[in-house]
């Protein structure tokens, strides 16, 4: 017997449907449970409350996990840890003209207010809500900072010499840049004057358009940890009101940061509901039909909770696996709630052309059939293309595609139990009515006060007087000059590079400490790390300030102190080239600088490192999930689509859409960053859903139908529902479009594109492109019936196929009621139709019943 050699598409979508129509008979006979069970289920994931944990450190969430930044960070965290880590805060102060600050008024405004922030500017001591506000111990950074407290002290030092003239040109006080000399010792004011003017004759400071105060401690306890952490906050709330007449300040930290971006996405939860609204609102509307307004209303009611419920049970589940809540998490509520809007639309349109007077479990059987492949290409595309994400080294994508991936599976599995039930039951529930007469910079949102932060940098910081900090995790027996030379030839290769300051920038006590090691050697015969660690404490000689620099440990056989480990800084300038390239090109620099003396064991840390890694792979990324999810997009088609060409139609029509989002993304003021990098992710699945469900009911129709009659069935179909899933969707970001962050426009910026652009090729090109194909199709059959005839052979087309016709009967399974007779009659005919349309003959069959392979066939019938 001959078969027909079926795609890999006909192959799957028969089995497919089959499927789909046992688990709709299914529900249909026990609609209740399938109810009942999605809401028990909702309710336990309630639980992950109890392991929920967040995770908003930015440097962590978005720079690969596997980048050197990472170990980088790791090495200066472990040499700051021993007195329980480092705290920092950095405030920028600009004139409010963004004029000089060295005009008297603004000098002396600048100093009130260093002043204030390090002895005035109170946080309560404790976290004890019990004890009255009125009684709280208060605390000032003065109170809580340990050590060398005063980062400032530069600052007043240079007001203090600048204000007199003649101190000003004294010749043991120089106040030049980027080093300013006071008598033997050198400070380095670079990390903390930008915008700086220069007496080209003297070098000496004229002009400072940013000044930046930093305040750094130990967290040497848990309190103190906790209070600092108030103080950080509280001072975010005081730059949002101060308001002076001269100078302008904002504040910068890992916590302030991290805060920020949290206040970033949790603005995306008041509007919500509003989005919820909107899309109920609207599937409403378009739901109804005439007498029956209550019954579209408990039709969208349904089909919202179901993504709903979705939703809440992602959340869940997500924090009992133990999986970190990020803030950008909170963009997938928007996204699960369009894709099971979509869905239902699709089931009510299938609901509704079921006959009326079957069974329910046979309707919700039909209804599943005809729907649950376009459901599945809607879920299972979405879940795939985020799936390809969840691969990628970034954490903030690997969460959110987490995520995204659980809640696009979660309610698929709703849709084909709970909204299919619901649907089912409400239509149960008119029954018994009718008889009684009735019925989510780039990364916070653009008011936050740390936007300037980015212009700060731009303008001043990064083009003059940024510090690299090197770490030196091996260093040798420096007591030995050649080992002291080669320690300083490194030090020089760094104040060497492109875009270095020289040497005048560097940090490092090992220069200060020969200079005044040659006086402690007349003095005694002490050995090198004696003499450095008395040094190290004695304040007068100046050495007091690089103790936090070196490490010591004692030797287990000699048991004297010897240096463990010690940094130093080194200060750039990229000038006008001032860019993410450039810092990228540094950066390459420093760690192959570092790469030269292994056996120093040499760690380069710049704050940047982690978005310069970040930049480095993003590109590539890219590009990889796109290529990715593209073919993963293809191959779903291949398998959910009955026909080869249907799938190349689908394909082109995908990448086609895809490539205008990318082109139109990126003409509209859009970075290529990771939240670009997701919504380009999520653009590839949500497209899908506008070419894949139209080349399937096109294909799925009669093959005997004209072309022309098959894509007006097949627009018929679909169409209205695709309208109304691009129109809901985009209903249901809109409320988002008053969140004025970045994250957020380029979210909605990418569902209008896929949307418009999606409902374009859907509706007009893609039906297009099937007619043309078309045409070629029949012509190629036309031309191989034709050789065929010729050379005396059937076409491959034209043999016998055997339907599965078991697809067409109700499997067996608990009895059910029929409504009538005539229902009974009318199964009867449709299968024996079903039996007498199981030819399709070929030529020579219909010409004589004695051809072989045709009485063959019979025969096995």
């Known amino acids: 017997m001959l078969f027909d050699r079926q795609s890999p598409g006909a192959w799957f979508s028969a089995h497919i449907e089959r499927v789909f129509y046992r688990i709709g008979f299914f529900v249909g006979l026990y609609p209740i449970h399938f109810l009942v069970i999605p809401l028990i289920i909702t309710a336990a994931g309630a639980l992950g409350v109890l392991r929920f944990f967040e995770e908003n450190r930015i440097w962590y969430l978005y720079s690969p996990t596997d980048a050197p930044s990472h170990y980088e960070h790791a090495i200066a965290t472990e040499f700051f840890d021993e007195k329980g880590g480092k705290f920092w805060v950095e405030v920028p102060v600009t004139a409010r003209d963004t004029g000089n600050l060295l005009r008297p008024d603004y000098l002396e405004a600048v100093n009130s207010l260093a002043d204030y922030l390090l002895f005035n500017f109170t946080v309560p001591c404790s976290d004890d809500d019990m004890e009255p506000k009125e009684e709280q111990m208060r605390c000032s950074f003065d109170d809580m900072c340990e050590g060398q407290c005063n980062d400032n002290q530069v600052v007043p030092i240079f007001m203090l010499l600048y204000r007199n003239v003649s101190q000003r040109n004294h010749p043991n006080f120089r106040l030049t840049y980027p080093t300013m000399h006071l008598y033997n010792d050198e400070y380095y004011v670079g990390e903390q004057f930008s915008g700086v003017e220069i007496d080209p004759k003297t070098n000496r400071i004229n002009s400072i358009r940013l000044i930046v105060l930093y305040f750094r401690t130990d967290m040497r306890n848990e309190q103190v940890q906790k209070a600092l952490g108030r103080w950080e906050l509280q001072l975010l709330d005081y730059v949002k009101k101060f308001d002076h007449p001269l100078i302008n300040f904002t504040a910068s930290s890992d916590g302030i940061i991290s805060h920020e971006v949290r206040r970033n996405g949790m603005s995306c939860v008041p509007f919500f509901p509003l989005s919820v609204m909107c899309v109920l609102v609207f599937a409403i509307v378009t739901n109804i039909t005439k007498n029956e307004v209550f019954v579209s209303v408990r039709e969208a009611t349904l089909g919202v909770l179901g993504p709903l419920l979705a939703i809440t049970t992602t959340f869940g589940l997500m924090n009992i696996i133990g999986l970190a809540f990020n803030s950008i998490v909170l963009i997938m509520p928007f996204l699960v709630i369009g894709i099971g809007v979509d869905d239902f639309f699709i089931c009510v349109h299938a609901w509704r052309n079921t006959d009326k007077r079957d069974s329910l479990a046979h309707r919700t059987a039909i209804m599943m059939k005809e729907a649950g492949p376009s459901i599945t290409i809607t879920s299972l595309t979405n879940a795939l293309s985020f799936i390809t994400g969840v691969f990628t080294p970034i954490p903030a994508i690997q969460i959110f595609c987490?995520?995204?991936?659980?809640?696009?599976?979660?309610?698929?599995?709703?849709?084909?139990?709970?909204?299919?039930?619901?649907?089912?039951?409400?239509?149960?529930?008119?029954?018994?009515?009718?008889?009684l007469k009735m019925d989510s910079s780039n990364l916070i949102l653009n008011d936050s006060p740390?936007?300037?932060?980015?212009?700060?940098?731009?303008?001043?910081?990064?083009?003059?007087?940024?510090?690299?900090?090197i770490f030196?995790?091996?260093?040798?027996?420096?007591?030995?000059?050649?080992?002291?030379?080669?320690?300083?030839?490194?030090?020089?290769?760094f104040e060497t590079l492109k875009f270095s300051m020289g040497k005048n920038s560097t940090s490092i006590w090992l220069r200060p400490f020969l200079n005044n090691a040659i006086l402690y050697e007349s003095e005694n015969s002490t050995s090198f790390n004696r003499l450095l660690a008395e040094w190290l404490n004695n304040d007068i000689d100046g050495g007091g300030r690089w103790r936090n620099f070196v490490h010591f440990r004692v030797d287990n056989v000699t048991n004297e102190a010897q240096i463990e480990k010690f940094f130093f800084a080194s200060g750039t300038a990229m000038g006008d080239e001032v860019s993410w390239a450039t810092r990228t090109l540094l950066q390459e620099s420093w760690r192959g600088v570092a790469d030269d003396f292994p056996d120093f064991n040499v760690t380069v840390f710049q704050a940047y490192s982690f978005y310069v890694d970040q930049l480095g792979t993003i590109e590539g990324m890219t590009i990889n999930n796109v290529v990715t999810?593209?073919?993963?997009?293809?191959?779903?088609?291949?398998?959910?689509?009955?026909?080869?060409?249907?799938?190349?139609?689908?394909?082109?029509?995908?990448?086609?859409?895809?490539?205008?989002?990318?082109?139109?993304?990126?003409a509209w003021d859009t970075d290529l960053d990771p939240i670009t990098m997701i919504t380009i992710t999520m653009s590839i699945g949500y497209s899908v859903d506008f070419t894949a469900h139209i080349s399937y009911h096109f294909y799925r129709n009669d093959a005997n139908w004209s072309n022309e009659k098959r894509l007006a069935h097949a627009l018929a179909s679909i169409g209205f529902p695709m309208m109304q899933a691009g129109t809901s969707c985009f209903l249901g970001v809109v409320p988002l479009m008053l969140v004025n962050s970045y994250m957020v426009y380029v979210f909605i910026k990418t569902i209008f594109l896929v949307i418009v652009l999606g409902?374009?090729?859907?509706?007009?090109?893609?039906?297009?492109?099937?007619?043309?194909?078309?045409?070629?199709d029949t012509w190629c059959k036309k031309k191989c019936i034709k050789s065929a005839e010729e050379h005396s052979c059937a076409p491959v087309e034209n043999v016998i196929t055997l339907p599965d016709i078991s697809m067409q009967i109700v499997p067996m399974g608990p009895p059910f009621n029929t409504t009538d007779s005539a229902s009974t009659e009318r199964d009867q005919e449709s299968t024996r139709t079903v039996q007498q349309m199981a030819f399709v003959a070929t030529p020579s069959f219909q010409e004589g019943r004695d051809n072989k392979s045709g009485l063959s066939a019979q025969r096995s019938l």
């Not at 139990?417 to 239509?427: G, H, K, L, R």
């Open 759 to 776: 409902l374009i090729h859907g509706l007009l090109f893609l039906p297009a492109l099937l007619l043309s194909i078309g045409k070629i």
């Open 402 to 435: 987490l995520y995204s991936t659980a809640g696009c599976i979660i309610d698929f599995l709703y849709q084909i139990s709970f909204v299919a039930a619901a649907i089912a039951c409400q239509e149960h529930f008119t029954e018994f009515v009718a008889k």
């Open 450 to 469: 740390l936007q300037p932060m980015e212009w700060i940098y731009d303008t001043f910081t990064w083009r003059e007087g940024s510090l690299v900090y």
């Open 472 to 493: 030196v995790n091996d260093p040798p027996d420096l007591s030995k000059v050649e080992n002291q030379n080669r320690m300083l030839t490194m030090v020089d290769r």
């Open 629 to 666: 999810t593209l073919i993963i997009m293809a191959l779903v088609c291949l398998l959910l689509i009955p026909n080869p060409t249907s799938v190349i139609s689908a394909t082109a029509a995908m990448i086609s859409i895809n490539i205008g989002v990318f082109g139109f993304l990126f």
